[in-house]
């Protein structure tokens, strides 16, 4: 740590230092168990501060790892890769405006689902909120910016970012080109740009600090389907990878499909099934058993349909004419909606099919129209024999849940998607973990894969046995031709480029121009191994000194940011 800086950022208006101690209670609970901590951070409460905490951070050489509010569970929570870093807590930044015009929001960083959702309310207009798992509490831009998706009409978040604006790490302002040529209305409708498109760089990048952000939302369409497709058994499945690959390219209103099996449904369920003690082969039989007892397919998968009234209309007759090897199941909101309040009232002997399918209908209900649900965290709580009931203030880092995020790409053709389920199923069974395995279209060529690894984070082997499984996807993953689309702070090595690729020279010539200090997020998707944290064992006392008489750390408000955060 560095006590001049910190003494230095006292004289900076619209920052709350928080000392690196308090730091470790606000932002150290990880989901992965990770046991690196922050130096120390700065919550941030007026976006004008930020070229002032830049040009400190230069000069005193302390790298930074911004965030929008520290929830991106299973791939580090709010840590940094680099120890030595200082968290830059951008979550009190919210200002949020809807264009109805434009059907754009123009966001700053510490935005969320759920804000973005009360603005658009407000306007009247009828858009949708690119949601996402994690929840009403999730920022917009942080996953957009680390490359998040969902199954809202614009499945890439990223790719729906324009007009960015923000600093470099050097200092020097970015925003979009158009802005500087007075066409400030196509700023907001043509992220591209007239020339270099330099917004790219900010993609899991680690050279610039994003201040504000314009979205592009999505409006409610005339019509809206959500389909289930279920597959009687694993060949017909594969068999139906290429048909499901000229449907995403056939259908322009098709969203996201995201298939699951029948171990990653369990783990869905309600009643926690995967709470059970067993282990090895007995776990195997009781949830293959749980599975045909509870009639789960063994592979199910839910798709979005956005259109006109009469496209959807032919896209779900089209869709069921060429799955011939699924059912197709295709509900509109209002008919989830009335089954939803009439199920109590169903004969217990029938509907059995139904059933199974509402509680997913329901939970994928609000990722389909807008609006962000709690309901798909439950899965970070599926070894939690207690059931626990999700609400806006659910945090499964705090709640102590354990859960890391493997999400690799995998091509969209049957013989790779069978091939990635043998080899993945065979090394988490190795690690003494459930396969719990979904792929997601991304587009007609790309398969997501997202394997959650479950364990109890207060139980020291299972924390070492999920790490070394985690470590072992990845390297399996890459010697299959599997990259990750995303990673955790703890592994970003692992996809690290030999020294002198064309890669690594590239992105060293890039930091150099902008960021020569490597104060932005120092290690984040670097092909280089992060640094180990100095000893602060002699700058602490002076440290402790510093913040003794800073009047912006008294304990309520550390405690008024920890449940913000």
Known sequence: ???VFFSDMLSVAGVKIISRDEAAVIYGADTGASDRRPSGALLVKEVDAIPQILALANRHKVPLWPISGGR?????????VDSRSVVLDLSQLRRVHIDVNSATALIEPGVTQADLHSAIARSGAKLLVPTTGVGPNGN?????LDGGYGLTPFTDHFNALSELEGYWGNGTEFRHGYRDLHCGEMAKR????????????????????????RVQLARAPEATRILVFEWRNQADFIASQPLLNSLTEDIPGIGGIIMMNDCRILSTQVDTPLASNLRGKARQDYLQRLAKERKISPWTGLGTLYGSRASVA???????????????WSFTPAQIKTLQKIES????????????????LVNTLGTVEGYPIVAFLKIAYALDPRAKQLDVHSHPAKDGAGILWYAPLVPFTGEEVERYRQVMSNCLLEHGFDPLLAVTSRNSRVLSGTIPLLFDRHNPEAVTRAKHCYRALVKLGL?????????????????????????????RLLKQALDSNNIIASGRYEHAKPLVAEDISTTEPVLEELFSRNTFIEKRQIEAASNQA
């Open 190 to 213: 043509w992220s591209a740009g007239t020339g270099t498109a330099w917004a790219g760089l900010l993609r899991q990048g680690n050279m610039g600090i994003v201040t504000r952000a």
């Open 314 to 328: 032919g896209a779900v007759r089209d869709i069921r004419r060429r799955l011939r090897l699924c059912r197709v």
């Open 72 to 80: 991106n569970f299973g791939y580090g929570t709010a840590l940094p």
């Open 140 to 144: 917009i831009l942080g996953n957009a």
């Open 345 to 360: 009232y169903l004969p217990t002997w029938g509907f059995t099919a139904l059933r199974r399918h509402l509680g997913a």
């Open 479 to 507: 010697e299959n031709g599997w990259p990750p689309y995303r990673l955790g702070v703890d592994y970003m090595e692992l996809i690290a480029c030999p020294a002198e690729s064309p890669s690594a020279q590239v992105q």
């Open 1 to 3: 740590m560095n006590p």
